[in-house]
Every structure is written in structure tokens, then in C-alpha cells.
């Protein structure tokens, strides 16, 4: 746990290369914790363009200057570079350090050493280097044994939280995994140390309720998803500074961790995929009579539905073949089943990937639920497709169709009923669900809509209007689908198109020519609205 990328001044000044040139430091002793990343010997006097900062220079002070401003500048750019210390070797260049120079380095805080007998830099160069890279193995050491006793603990059969546990002794300050967006997924903190999730709290009502902000000195690590676009990222590690400072061989540890938790969030969602997938299975078969009514709640209980004694809520989402890929159900499924505890009712979710629909049982108390259970539990489906990253422009959104509530017996033809309705609902104009009791006569039309009487119907219903609004403005089809939407009502008609009523007149005449129909006939109505609905399900 000590393990550090690099030793500090004072450990160099303690190495017997050093310690036989009888170090005396000089300026800015408070700074001898400073890491020391390399170690570099030169005597230019521009030599801080040829470092990169961390270094402990050796020197014999050829390279200083005779003024005292070369002097004062020399330090100065030194310090500005970020060097660990300056080492300066008397006798070769100077009995003792210049004043400009002890002033220099005290003010700017860089730590100032210098020698009163000669040693070879080589040497001193090689003790500190093997005591680095020393340093940097003991340090991946540290680091691999946390990473094998991870994965010891995965084998035993140990979780993501377990890992997490470890990894928060190693460090000594609480580690906590969140979903990209920010929310916690778990925490894990030192038995004697503060409640984790307490200190996640915190950092939150300090950020207004957003995702917490990393504090300085904090370690944030992506834990890969396999995948591109949303599937990137999984989740993150993150350890917070609380309890003391955080080290190099913390974010290294960190690092090795996230590939074992990688694998761990992999394997749970594959699991989560696969029990609703089982689920869908069970649903598929009590909607198609494999299942009966009779059988149906042991199995139930078995998958962890166990609603109270009352209504049964069919409800299936529709997705467009070409919104979800194969792939992307993982994420779907871990998506909707953490917004649908926010419905509050019992429910069973399964998905069945090839026939892209997502079937759900949910438990009502009574009928007067239903309207209410169905705003809730559509608008958690929907906000699963978002939180996954699935929505996409130009593509039909997922169409949530709900059933007709029931017991055990009718469970079975209203999934299957609503499953078919979801069907059909895709192309209709968006609602945030639809009522499988108002979609039977869009059922039928699709169920024909292969049919070639069919597409010959609407071509005789209304074809010439079709024709008419491919050369000529303005379109009149929209016209007629706003009259008979308000069933003939005129008044109401105008209002919605924004038209003034002599317009709506002659528009509403201009159709009856072209179509050679009686707007006011309730027959011909009938059939210009079965005309309408059967031109969305024919091509």
C-alpha cells in the first residue's frame, strides 16, 4: 500500500551514492516530500528545456551563470519546469552557492541541496533509478496481489459489492460503482470509516441533486462495455479521498479491478437477459395455451410474480426491428426493470427478442386501476428505451399496447390479444399507449393487409383523392381525416385545419366530386373511415 511511483528527495538524500557526498540542504527543506520521478545530470544553462518535471538534477554549477540574475533565472525556470530538487556539487565550479541563488530557490520553494565532497553522478544516477523502478514493481506488486484476491473472491462466488469491499480496505477511503450517468450502483467503505453511501449523499445535495462531482485527488476508472455508442462504457469505479490520500497504486489497482468488474456486470446482465428471456417464454406460452390457467400462478411464483388476489393487467411493447440490435437487449432488459419499480404495482416482465416485444403482467387491486397502471407502467417502458440508448431518428417509436384486465384465465388471450394489437398499433398515429379494446378493426385490417381485395378497396374508397394530392395543392386528404375525426362536425373541423368555414365548404365539395360520394352519408362515412385505417396497413 505504500508503494509509490517514485521515493521523495528526503529518500534519495538517505541512499548511500548521495549520503558519501555529505548532503546539506539548504533552501526549502519543508520540500523534501516531493517525488522524485527521474533523475537527470547536466551543466547548459537552458537544461530545464530538456526536463519534464520530477527530476532531481545533478550539477557542478558550470551551467549557473556568473550573474546573479543567470543565477536567479536559472532556478527560476527550474522551478517553473516542476523539478523535485537541485543537487549542486562544490568544489568544482563553486567553494559555496552563490546568495542569488539560495534566495532564488527559497522563494520559489525549490528544495536546494548541495555537496561537500564529490561523488560520481553515475552512481548516484543508478542507486536512484534501481530504487525507483524498485519503487514502480513493488507497486505493481501491491497492485496484482489485490487483483488476484479479487478474483480468488469472484471464484468462491463472491459479487461486485464483495470487490468492492476489498478494494476499499486496500485503499483505505470508500469506492463506489455508478452507471455512466452518474447514479449509484453500489458503495463500499472501511468498517470503522463513515457510511459510503452517506458520503455519496453529501457530495450530492452539495451538487443540487445531480451525479456528485469528483473531489481532488479522487480516482474515476470506466469499466468497458464491449460494445459502441451506449454499450461503451458499462459503469465506473470511483474512490473518493475521505479518509486520506489517495496514491498512484490506487488508480493501478483501480484499473486491474474494473477488468474483473467488466466481466462481473457482463455475466449479470447476460443472467438478467436470460431470466427474462425465461420469463417471456412463460408469458408466450400462457398467451398461446401451452400454459394453463391452472398452472399459470405456480409458475408465477416460481419467477418471483406474486400479485395479491385480484386483476390481472396484460400490456406488450412493440420495438421496431431495426431499433433494438441483437445484442442491445442486455441493456433494454437492466434498463426497464429498474424503471418499472417506480410503477409500484407487482409485475412480470419478459422480453422475447425475435418478435421484438417486451410482455408484462401486471397486478391490479380493481378495474378502476387500470387507466392509471397503464399511464405509470407505459411511461417506465418508454423511459427504459431512453435510459438504454435506443431511441433513433426517423424510426418508429416502440408502440405500448394494454389489454383487457382479467383473472388467471383471461390472462392467456390478453396477452395474446395485446401482443397482436402491438402489432398492428405500429404506424398509427403516437400515443403513449393504446387501448387493445380500440384496435380490433386495425387487427383485421392488418391481418389482411396482405390481401390484394384490400389494397384493391382502398384504391376504389379513396384513389382518386390519393391522386389528386400527388399534382395538385393544396392536399385534401388531410381535410377529409380532420372531417370524419370529428365526426362531420364542421365547426370543429375549421377550427383544427385553421380554416374559415367557406373554405372547409369548398374543400369538403371538391372531395365529394372526386370521390363521387355523399359526405353526409353515414354508409359512405363508414367506408371512408375503413378506407383511412386499411391505407396504414397496406403499402
Known sequence: MEAQAGITVRRALELPALRRG???????????????????????????????????????????????????????????????????????RFTELPAALLDAARSSGLPLVQLHRQVPFVTVTE????????????????????????????????GAPDVLRL???????????????????????????????????????????????????????????????????????VILPVDGPLEPVHRIAAERTAGLLAVVLMQARQEEELAARGRGDFLTDLAEGRTTAEDAPAQARVLGFRPADGLLLPVVMRLPAELIPPGDWAVLVRAVQEELTTVGLPVLMGVRPVEGRVPLLLGLRAESERSAAADRVAAALRAGVERAGLERAGVLPPAVVVGVAGDWAGAGPGLRHAAEAATAAQGLPPRPWYDARRLDIDLLLWRLRDHPDLAAFVDRAIGPLLVHDRTARPPLLPTLEAYLAHAGRKAETARELHLNRQTLYDRLARISQLLATDLDDPQAVLTLNLALQARRHTP
Open 22 to 92: 555529505l548532503p546539506e540542504v539548504v533552501a526549502s527543506e519543508d520540500q523534501l516530500d516531493r517525488p522524485v520521478r527521474w533523475v537527470h545530470a547536466g551543466e547548459v544553462p537552458d537544461i530545464a528545456s530538456l526536463l519534464k518535471g520530477g527530476e532531481l538534477l545533478l550539477t557542478t554549477g558550470l551551467g549557473l551563470g556568473t550573474r546573479p540574475a543567470d543565477q536567479r533565472n536559472f532556478v527560476r525556470t527550474l522551478a517553473e519546469r516542476g523539478i523535485a530538487a537541485l543537487v549542486v556539487e562544490l568544489g568544482g
Open 127 to 158: 542507486e536512484i533509478h534501481t530504487e525507483i523502478v524498485n519503487g514502480h514493481y513493488a507497486m505493481l506488486r501491491s497492485a496484482e496481489e489485490v487483483h488476484r484476491r479479487c478474483t480468488e473472491l469472484l471464484l468462491r462466488g463472491g
Open 167 to 237: 478494494l476499499a480496505d486496500f485503499a483505505g477511503n470508500p469506492v463506489f460503482l455508478e452507471t455512466p450517468d452518474g447514479q449509484l450502483l453500489y458503495a463500499a467503505g472501511q468498517a470503522a470509516a463513515a457510511d459510503p453511501v452517506q458520503v455519496w449523499d453529501g457530495l450530492r445535495r452539495q451538487r443540487s441533486g445531480r451525479a456528485p462531482e469528483l473531489p481532488a485527488g479522487g480516482v474515476t476508472v470506466d469499466i468497458p462495455g464491449g460494445g459502441p455508442g451506449p454499450g461503451a462504457v458499462r459503469a465506473r469505479l
